[in-house]
């Protein structure tokens, strides 16, 4: 079993639909949750840093946490066209003196005009 | 500007050869990582340093290298021990550690095995 799984996709929505993205995980010592959003043959840029279980909102995405049930989801308001891109979430692991950040497999999202 | 800048965007290896990747930042960051991107299979940590003159394997470490002499750089060897090298290399950076701040990526580099 991996340690965070991601649906692959792809997923495919008309524009200005609500976009929810999920991710679980296995390891409850996971501390920090990020998403990541990688356009085609790109690196990945942050998009949402959150730490406690609950909601964070940056205009049109939120980032929900549920560490009881270890989910979260990354959800996208009135989707774009330029949303189009691949989706990862990513966890950090406490490791002696420092941090392991570990990945999902990615979400690939396509917004249809 | 500042940032982190991975060189060549796309290389070709013969079977057999070593071929090194390049990475450098000018953020003066402490941490530097090295993932292997494959479809579907998301980033996996090759090796990362914390400081200079220091580093450590990730994951997936066999068949690569690194060295790291200099903050700013953190180059990665391919050597011919990686069986299946084809894939999408991506370095990042960050302050310190990944607990609690942002990595930033440079923008990959595509290694294909001819």
């Known amino acids: 079993q991996k340690e965070v799984e991601q649906d692959p996709g792809p997923l495919s929505v008309p524009e200005g639909a609500i976009v929810s993205l999920n991710c679980t995980y296995s390891?409850?010592?996971?501390?920090?949750f990020m998403w990541y959003r990688q356009y085609s043959r790109k690196g990945p840029e942050l998009l949402m840093y959150?730490?406690?279980?609950g909601n964070k909102e940056d205009g049109r995405f939120t980032a929900q946490v549920d560490k009881s049930s270890k989910y979260i989801s990354l959800f996208i308001r009135d989707s774009q066209p330029s949303d189009s891109a691949t989706y990862l979430c990513?966890?950090?692991?406490?490791?002696?003196?420092?941090?392991?950040?570990?990945f999902g497999s990615g979400t690939r999202l396509l917004v249809r005009p | 500007d500042g940032g982190i800048t991975q060189s060549p965007k796309y290389l070709f290896r013969k079977e057999g050869q070593n071929v090194t990747l390049s990475c450098e930042q000018n953020?003066?960051?402490?941490?530097m990582y090295w993932y292997r991107q494959d479809p579907g299979q998301g980033l996996r940590l090759i090796y990362y340093?914390?400081?200079?003159?220091?580093?450590q394997k990730g994951d997936i470490a066999e068949g690569y290298s690194v060295s790291r002499e200099k903050k700013e750089s953190f180059p990665l060897t391919v050597t011919s021990a990686q069986k299946n090298p084809t894939a999408f290399y991506l370095c990042?950076?960050?302050?310190?550690?990944?607990?609690?701040?942002?990595?930033?990526f440079g923008q990959g580099t595509r290694l294909t095995v001819v």
């Open positions: 390891n409850s010592a996971f501390q920090y």
């Open positions: 990513a966890m950090t692991l406490p490791m002696d003196s420092s941090y392991k950040l570990i």
């Open positions: 990042a950076s960050s302050i310190m550690g990944l607990g609690n701040t942002e990595a930033f």
């Open positions: 953020l003066n960051h402490d941490a």
């Open positions: 340093s914390q400081i200079v003159n220091d580093f």
């Open positions: 959150t730490y406690s279980s």
